[in-house]
């Protein structure tokens, strides 16, 4: 599964901002979906994550009620919308993929995307 994530930018505290996730060449049907991101000097932390059917969601804590995990199996992509940035949600984010259930381990995901970069000002 090759995956591209896309959407990072440069927004204030509060705004807000959708990350997309899409296959390319291959189908994301079947596949647990993770957002993870890496703030520079950090280890890479699970961010949220969506099973394949779209059914069940889990999410870090530091994001609960700001940060939302969606699917659309037909276009192949998985969204990360973020309300309410604050400065500690600056980081890379990547997007992986298994085949199993939801795991919040980066070691459990064989398939990542690129990485886009979010960076929140105060």
């Known amino acids: 599964v090759q995956l591209q994530a896309s959407g990072g930018g440069l927004v204030q505290a509060g705004g807000s901002l959708r990350l997309s996730c899409a296959a390319a060449?291959?189908?994301?049907?079947?596949?647990?979906m993770g957002w993870f991101r890496q703030a520079p000097g950090k280890e890479r932390e699970f961010v949220a994550a969506?099973?394949?059917?779209?059914?069940?969601?889990y999410y870090a804590d530091s994001v609960k009620g700001r940060f939302t995990i969606s699917r659309d199996n037909a276009k192949n992509t998985v969204y990360l919308q973020m309300n309410s940035l604050k400065p500690e949600d600056t980081a890379v984010y990547y997007c992986?993929?298994?085949?199993?259930?939801?795991?919040?381990?980066?070691?459990?995901?064989?398939?990542w995307g690129q990485g886009t970069l979010v960076t929140v000002s105060s």
């Open positions: 060449g291959s189908t994301l049907s079947r596949n647990t």
């Open positions: 969506i099973s394949w059917t779209g059914g069940r969601t």
């Open positions: 992986a993929a298994r085949i199993n259930v939801i795991s919040t381990s980066p070691y459990d995901y064989p398939h």
